[in-house]
């Protein structure tokens, strides 16, 4: 870790062509223990490109990153299975670390998803999945996690209640988080600077900010910046992934 | 006892059983099935260069089938060709140049039957001891590599992230393969090798619900090939190699019922 400061990684205006593409250009950015910071943009902008460059996949990018932490817990957008590799929850925590038992129920039961267990993949549904995937980054403690769209599939309630998760996590594991959204209202709460990006950094800064800003409501429209907010009204309960309503 | 062929050749084929269970899990896995078959066939000219230069066969095989997996890796990056192109290329060339030398090599005198499907008679004590020593040294490798190995096959990009290297994984993995093939020739020849990889793992997947459930379950299903095979070689004088693969075909018809079973009770 840089002994100065608290930077995870750090990326000096990276650049990454392809085929004669800019797939994504003049981006710098840093992330730090106990920080979100959450890329934003349309499709093809280049987020998952940026996260891939600060996980060091390219060996041909512009600029450079400087990474102090090899404790990196990765979601990626997508991941399918092979039908031809019987896998359950359990196998699938194991995949890149030796977790004890007691840790790895300590993390499904985080992201709700402790009774899947024993389940095989193929039969979870779509949101059950991200929650194995992100209960999968969480188990071995990171320095770092790169979180790819981590919701995507999960519903509404259990979005924001995700968002929320991960927000604590960063604080009790004292974690940054590299986090990838389309959507910046439902992250609102939960990040701390947003780099939003259309093959460049378009606009960045604290959500609000960003909001605000006119480049922001250029890509996203108007309305998307208006409806900021509209979800924070309270629930008197909440559905847990197993089916039971428990009472806040 | 070694003195008796039938029990060499049952040796041996356990032997490979255990070696080809595990290894066959990743080539269906990570879909290596026809790249297997490609390391195979360059293993025919493996032999000839084995016998022409009076060199240990179980090497040059090693060697030669090393050298066509770099081919392939090194065209992959510079042609423009689709894969299974390119193993077809380099299986089928390999293969005939391969028996172009055999037709050259007049003054040995060659079993091509044997070569092609594998020879009950033809397994020796020194067979024996490369079977079970670089059988070994395979597995040992594969315990090895088997996470990092196993974490790409499930998602490369999330092995590469949390720092796994599945690059050299993959380059040990497909010299483990040009390893299996090279002790398992004699026994069950060129042409079958890949059979024996991967008939007892697709009879595995039809049983597991986990990936060691169904490493364990292709090793036993290597073995009951094996023994049913090599006793009804002895009793109907058939070639090896076929009698052990169709011994595996029966063994996966009969999983198929399992998998029947699992699919009425899901509905």
Redesign the interface.
Known sequence: MSIENNVLVKLNNVGLKQNQKWLVQGVSLQVEKGKIVTLIGPNGSGKSTTA?IA?G?YKNIEGNVEKYT?N???V?QK?S??W?????VN??ML???NLSDEVINESLTLTGVKHLKDK?LANLSGGEFQRVLLARAIS?KPDLL?LDEPVQGVDFTGEIELYELIKELSLKLNCGILLISHDLHTVMSATDHVVCLNGHVCCCGSPSEVAKNSEYKALFGEQASQTLGIYEHKHDHVHTTDGEIKKK | MLDDFFIRALVAGIGIAFVAGPLGCFV??R?LSYFGDTLAHSALLGVTIAYSLEFNIAVSIFLISSVIALILIQLQRKTNLPSDALLGLLAHSSLAVGLVVIGFLTFIRFDIMGLLFGDILAVNKKDLFIIWFGGALILITLKIIW?PL??S???Y????????NPDRAKAVFTVLLAAIIAISIKLVGVLLITGMLIIPTAMA?NL????Q??VIFSIIGGLLSVFIGLFSSLEFNTPSGPSIIAAALVLFVFSLLKVKQTIQLKN
């Open positions: 891939k996980l996949f090899s990196i817990g990765y990626p991941i299975i092979d031809t590799l019987p896998l359950r196998d699938l995949l890149t670390e095989s071995k790169v | 269906v896995w879909r996470k196993f974490a096959t499930v998602n990009e999330l092995a590469e992230a949390e720092g796994l997947r597991s619900d986990n990936p459930k169904m």
